[in-house]
């Protein structure tokens, strides 16, 4: 069983910027890809960002593109989410997530939550206008 522990959420001011971690411990040896969703009170958890383990191909949601920059460390087992020029609409709970398995290198749907299998207990990021 894989465990993700996110860290780093906190109350910013707009335009402020945050830092993100997700560890992973466990079986990790098939890790395929880790992303963030974030959920705000009464939404749905939407897709914010997702990295290949090998290779380290980012993707990113349209509403974060330029501002957030997600990374990872392989030797850490360990994703990483910078948060920069955060507004009042960034305010939500950020989840990590994982993808176990062998995919290779064609498309996958980063942005679909059904697509991961495990994924962590969220950290909150509150940014206050």
């Known amino acids: 069983q894989v465990q993700l522990v996110e860290s780093g959420g906190g109350l910013v001011q707009a335009g402020d910027s945050l830092r993100l971690s997700c560890a992973a411990s466990g079986p990790t040896f098939n890790m395929y890809a880790m992303g963030w969703f974030r959920q705000a009170p009464g939404k749905e958890r939407d897709y914010v960002a997702a990295?290949?383990?090998?290779?380290?191909?980012?993707y990113y949601a349209a509403s974060v593109r330029g501002r957030f920059i997600i990374s990872a460390d392989n030797a850490k087992n360990t994703v990483y989410l910078q948060m920069n020029s955060l507004k009042p609409e960034d305010t939500a709970v950020y989840y990590c997530?994982?993808?176990?398995?062998?995919?290779?290198?064609?498309?996958?749907?980063?942005?679909?939550?059904?697509?991961?299998?495990?994924w962590g207990q969220g950290t909150q990021v509150t940014v206050s206008s």
């Open positions: 997530e994982a993808v176990m398995g062998t995919y290779g290198r064609g498309p996958y749907p980063f942005y679909d939550e059904m697509g991961y299998h495990y």
């Open positions: 990295i290949r383990w090998s290779g380290g191909t980012t």
